[in-house]
């Protein structure tokens, strides 16, 4: 895949191909969650709805330390969302369901059937987009291919972020969009980068792109807030 196709790209599936081991746990979950949140009303399931709520209160504080998502509570509730996944009839429903169970897939789990997240990602992403329409929605792939530019940006570019970027005012509006999930003032963070110097244009443009989604993971955000 080269960086033109990379950046229009309509196929999430061939982007996680492209991508492969360069996933690491953090942004895959985030990813995974983004593409099962964009449809809450499949996810209010008693059995579905504690996953996302741990998977969201884990990775919600911007300060602090990232740790491995496997502990008693998400087993726990995996084992509840993985039978209902399996006895739920076909549909969005079951989808969605199937999509949040590779979300949640305990690390123990994996390493014990031999998977990795990239494979993980691959099944949320399909589960996803053919539990909503039986011949897979293009729509839908669409908007997951965006969500993947947003979350694990341009494999193309390498940035580094500069200290001196990194005024009060950045890493505080940073932490705000982080940890409410409110990207609106995406923009003001643009400005606040460029007060403090920032001139990189890829970083600056997703910051002011209006058509752009932003979640949680946010490549420009955890950039400025050390998170991998």
């Known amino acids: ?12 599936e061939s982007m996680n191909d492209f991508y492969d081991y360069r996933h690491t746990e953090r942004k895959a979950r985030l990813l995974m969650l983004a593409c099962c949140c964009r449809h ?4 209010q ?23 491995p998502f496997d502990g008693s509570k998400i087993r726990s509730a995996y084992r509840k969302l993985e039978e209902y996944a399996s006895t739920t009839s076909s549909g969005p429903e079951r989808g969605l369901a199937f999509g949040m169970v590779a979300a949640a897939e305990p690390v123990s789990a994996m390493k014990r059937l031999d998977e990795d997240f990239e494979y993980l ?3 949320c992403v399909h589960d996803v987009a053919f539990g909503l329409s039986p011949t897979g929605s293009k729509k839908e792939s669409k908007q997951q291919a965006s969500l993947f530019r947003d979350i694990v940006g341009n494999p193309y570019r390498s940035i580094t ?11 505080s509006l ?12 995406m923009p003001i963070l643009a ?6 110097g920032c001139e990189n244009e890829d970083v600056l443009s997703h910051c002011r792109d209006e058509g752009l989604v932003h979640v949680r993971g946010c490549w420009v955000v955890d950039l400025l807030l050390g998170k991998a």
């Open 191 to 196: 400005d606040a980068l460029q007060d403090a």
């Open 161 to 171: 972020r500069d200290p001196a970027w990194l005024t009060s005012t950045v890493v």
């Open 1 to 12: 895949m080269t960086e033109k196709q990379w950046l229009r790209s309509a196929n999430p």
């Open 40 to 43: 809450p009303e499949y996810l």
């Open 45 to 67: 399931h008693e059995a579905i709805r504690p996953v996302v709520n741990l998977l969201t209160a884990h990775y919600g504080d911007a300060v602090k330390p990232d740790t």
């Open 174 to 185: 940073a932490q705000q969009l982080y940890t409410t999930q409110d990207f609106s003032p």
């Open 121 to 123: 990602v691959f099944s």
